[in-house]
């Protein structure tokens, strides 16, 4: 079949594109998508390795992952409409308040 | 009264107490009655004293002490010359005949002259004033002549030069008036210092300062004593006679103390405290006698005062000043002849010249006072009929100086001539200066009178209405004076002229036992030659001055524009006040400019730089502060700021740059385990 290192890479490399994602995008909402890419590279790692070690436990655990990232959506877009009510921007480097 | 003849002086001293603390608030009558009173008190218990003393001894032989307290518990010392001295000074009186005569010429005249004041000062401001420091003025005079040692007599001698000071300058708001006091005191007081060297040598040598006890020192024969030591001595006490009694070279504070009021000038200036260096050069007889040279000194300085002041006193123009350089130049009579060793004449004219000097002056303050305050002469004229009680005592007492017999004046005036001629240490020159004074002050005490009283009035219209004869209190005064300066001069009759010469007798036992120099041999002719001579002088003294000034006014100021140089000589004083500025009285004041250049620059410098360095050790504190103490405060701060700048750029308030962090120390620590 499909060997199990190639879906391990695919969720490595979406979880790096994920992660510079958050560390480079300037529009908030960018890096939040980015953000789900990261929690769907790791989904995908978690159901690989269920289907490698014959267990049910890593398919249980990605449903948890995916109510935790909804959650967290809603959460994440209820602060970046309360940054954008003072601030009028979406752009992460105009957000600098707590500089020193 | 003897017992208690220390009440004397102490009745004045209640009068200037009471005078000086309450005077202010009480009325005019109070003060005269208690001021003019209390003199009176001691005219009469000085009168009982003499009384009494008269009783005392035979020949008046017996000195009566009463000393009174201990001043100066000095005790016992070693002289240079190996004897003892015991320095007891006291607080004392004696009474002899000299302070006899003293004290009953100074409480009889003061008083008088306390009465006549009560009518010329009625009507001046701070009349307690006056009087009270006319009382302390007679306290003053009866200390020194009632002293029994140099240094109490010092004391009334300071006292009255003090009351000199006081009186000179009683209208101290007229600038003339107290620079007189000043310029008096000054004076006196260089006179003073050479009085006080000569006591402070008395102690040396004799170890004492009782009189009592220097003249029987000085007529022992055991006295032993250094070759000029009683020279010196005498002469400083001479000096200090000078400045007191306004000699040469000290009498120019006379003149200018006619600035105080009348009364003033007839008791200190005229009566009493210029009579005391007399009183005190007859009191060291015993020392003067011991040094011919310093009675040389003495006549020669009383005949060179007496004609010098007679010159002077021929031109001037205000009335007080004629009578001043009279004063001036009857001193000089009175100093040559204790000079030429007639202590007793030159005692006797002192009388006398108490006498009709103090009339003199209280009378022409009544012409002044007629005259409302007017005192050049130029300015008066026909005045005798207007006033004439003054007007006649005036003449009588310019009869008596002038020496016209049988007034009191000839008697004591030809006593000395007759002296200074033929006397111990007389000398012809000394007695042809007395002579030519004495045709001198006939001549300007009778233009006095002429140009005041008769002539033409040349007084100035308003003044003219005014003119009044004087109250009775002034005019009884110049009454008894009058009487006086009449009869005053027969106590002294000489035996040439078959007198009885009490007044000799009485002061005997204080001059003789001086080593005695026998007169000059001259006949009993020679003495009527000269008396004659002196009479027929005065006489055309008189009639000189008649000439001048009532038949030929012109004449005076034809002879002045004549003699135009010698006019402004004498009319200037002989320029002696100028002399005397230029070389004294300016450099003293340029010795004080310089002391106050000094102070100012040099001790005020000192001042001002400590409070500068005070000041710059401010600014240097204030610099350290700034730059030191607070330079390392700011250098922590700094060095704070630097060291935490790495912790400073982490926070960049960017939430990517802290998940960049955080990734950052992930993929280390992975590194880390997936290596080992």
């Known amino acids: 079949m499909i060997p199990t290192e190639y879906y391990l890479f695919l969720g490595t490399g979406l979880f790096t594109i994920g992660v510079i994602g958050v560390l480079t995008r300037r529009n908030v909402l960018i890096i939040l998508m980015s953000i789900e890419l990261i929690l769907n590279a790791v989904n995908i790692n978690l159901m690989t390795l269920s289907q490698y070690f014959k267990s049910v436990d890593g398919q249980v655990f990605a449903i948890f992952v995916i109510t935790d990232a909804a959650a967290e959506a809603a959460v994440g877009l209820g602060l970046i409409i309360a940054l954008f009510r003072n601030k009028e921007t979406v752009n992460a480097d105009e957000i600098d308040l707590l500089k020193w | 009264m003897l017992d208690y003849i220390w009440l004397i002086p102490i009745f004045p001293l209640a009068g200037a107490a009471i005078q000086l603390f309450f005077g202010r608030r009480l009325p005019n009558k109070v003060v005269s009655a208690v001021s003019v009173g209390l003199p009176g008190l001691s005219f009469l218990w000085a009168v009982g004293c003499f009384v009494q003393f008269l009783g005392l001894s035979e020949n008046y032989h017996h000195v009566f002490a009463k000393p009174l307290y201990t001043w100066l518990p000095a005790g016992a010392f070693h002289l240079s010359n190996g004897s003892m001295g015991n320095l007891n000074v006291n607080v004392g009186m004696q009474l002899d005949p000299l302070s006899c005569v003293m004290m009953l010429v100074v409480t009889g005249v003061g008083f008088l002259i306390h009465v006549y004041s009560i009518g010329y000062m009625a009507h001046e401001g701070g009349y307690y004033r006056f009087f009270g420091y006319l009382n302390l003025f007679m306290f003053s005079m009866l200390v020194l002549v009632l002293a029994d040692n140099y240094l109490m007599m010092f004391v009334g001698w300071e006292g009255v030069g003090l009351c000199s000071y006081l009186l000179i300058g009683f209208y101290f708001l007229r600038k003339s008036a107290s620079d007189a006091g000043k310029k008096a005191f000054i004076v006196n007081r260089i006179g003073d210092a050479a009085f006080l060297l000569g006591v402070m040598l008395m102690v040396v040598t004799f170890g004492t300062l009782d009189f009592q006890h220097i003249t029987e020192a000085a007529r022992s024969p055991h006295l032993q004593v250094g070759g000029g030591i009683i020279t010196t001595i005498c002469i400083l006490l ?276 001086n080593p005695v120099v026998p007169l000059h041999e001259y006949g009993q002719g020679m003495e009527y030659f000269l008396t004659g001579l002196s009479v027929v002088t005065a006489i055309a003294g008189i009639s000189i001055a008649y000439l001048m000034y009532v038949r030929q006014p012109a004449l005076s100021e034809r002879m002045a524009a004549v003699f135009t140089g010698l006019h402004r000589v004498l009319l200037h004083k002989y320029y002696v006040d100028e002399i005397y500025d230029a070389l004294f009285v300016n450099r003293v004041k340029d010795l004080g400019s310089a002391l106050a250049a000094f102070d100012l620059g040099v001790v005020d410098g000192g001042v001002n730089g400590v409070g500068w360095s005070t000041r710059m050790s401010g600014e240097f504190t204030r610099l350290w502060d700034t730059w030191v103490i607070d330079g390392l405060v700011n250098v922590l701060g700094f060095v704070v700021k630097i060291l935490s700048w790495p912790a400073r750029i982490v926070q960049t308030g960017l939430v990517q740059n802290y998940a960049w962090f955080i990734t950052m120390g992930v993929m280390a620590f992975m590194v880390y385990y997936l290596l080992h």
Request: charged residues 10%; glycine residues 10%.
């Open chain 2, 238 to 513: 001479f000096i200090g006679a000078t400045g007191k009694s306004a000699q040469i070279p000290l009498y120019v504070w006379l003149p200018d103390a006619m600035e105080g009021p009348t009364p003033v000038s007839a008791l200190i200036h005229a009566a009493t405290m210029v009579t005391a260096g007399v009183y005190m050069v007859a009191r060291s007889n015993a020392l003067f006698a011991l040094s011919p040279t310093a009675l040389a000194l003495v006549a020669g300085i009383g005949a060179a005062t007496a004609i010098w002041a007679a010159s002077i006193g021929l031109v001037q123009n205000d009335i007080k000043r004629v009578l001043a350089y009279s004063t001036v130049s009857q001193l000089g009579y009175m100093f040559l002849a204790c000079g030429v060793g007639a202590f007793t004449a030159g005692i006797f004219h002192l009388m006398t010249h108490a006498f009709f000097k103090a009339l003199l002056f209280l009378a022409s303050g009544s012409v002044i006072h007629a005259l409302s305050g007017e005192q050049d002469m130029r300015k008066m004229g026909a005045l005798k009929s207007k006033i004439p009680t003054t007007y006649w005592t005036l003449a009588v007492a310019a009869l008596a100086i002038s020496g016209i017999p049988p007034l009191a004046g000839f008697f004591s005036k030809d006593e000395i001539l007759w002296q200074s001629f033929a006397g111990p240490y007389g000398h012809t020159l000394l007695w042809a200066i007395g002579w030519i004074t004495a045709g001198l002050t006939a001549f300007y005490m009778f233009r006095l009178i002429f140009m005041t009283f008769w002539g033409q009035s040349r007084v100035p219209h308003e003044v003219e209405h005014h003119i009044h004869e004087s109250p009775r209190s002034m005019l009884i005064p110049l009454v008894t004076l009058a009487a006086l300066s009449i009869v005053g001069g027969f106590v002294g009759m000489p035996k040439s002229l078959l007198g009885g010469e009490w007044f000799g007798k009485f002061l005997d036992p204080v001059f003789e036992g």
